[in-house]
């Protein structure tokens, strides 16, 4: 259900102004996985640091969710840091977020969720296969930093597809389940598979669920994967 065809992106990019003294912004336009859409992203080069730069693919917290212009992007405090250390963020407008709002505004049904969930995906992958084409980003050190919705559960199915990235990082995540299932993927997903079996032991040495000892626990995936050492 995540995979899509690459089709042609069919790309522009576009100087913008911006104050920073710490970094250079684009808006780039390129077409969406599905629907005939075309979707657009908000590219920070950092000034400082030569070429190609590391990357980083950035979903915003829910706080964003009833903007209605990306011309004021939300959430800019959680990637500064970022683009400072000298790596390059991409900011999708994701689906049903800033201009891609509905123009009526409903609690959508469950089944209605679901299908922003893969779309959420699909943009995350439309935005990876966007920074491929660029001589200026390293296409083999593309990470995923996601904030609240963005770690989970966005971020879980960014993380359970297998996508192609070389690191993911949930950020402040309420930890608990969400509302909707994410299709193709479990609590397990943040995980290596060794850290996954120790869970397992663990949860049954104290007779409790694996979801109640994850709540806490995930705090980041460095580049070697995993979260913070399981004791045996």
Known sequence: MYAYDRTPLDATSQAMPDPSVDW???MVTFNAAYGGEGMSAYLFLPKHTKPPFQAVVFFPSARVNFLTSSADLGDMTFIDYVIKSGRAVIYPVYQKLYERRSAEVTLPGPTLQRAVLVDWRKDVGRSIDYLETRDDIDKNRIGYLGVSQGSAPAGRSVRGAGFRLDAVSPSKSRGGRPRVPVPGCSVSCFLRTPEVDKLVRLARRHDVSVSA??????????RS???EPIEK
């Open 213 to 222: 000892l994850l709540r806490g626990m995930i705090r980041r995936e460095p």
């Open 24 to 26: 250079t912004r684009e």
């Open 225 to 227: 994967g995993g979260v």
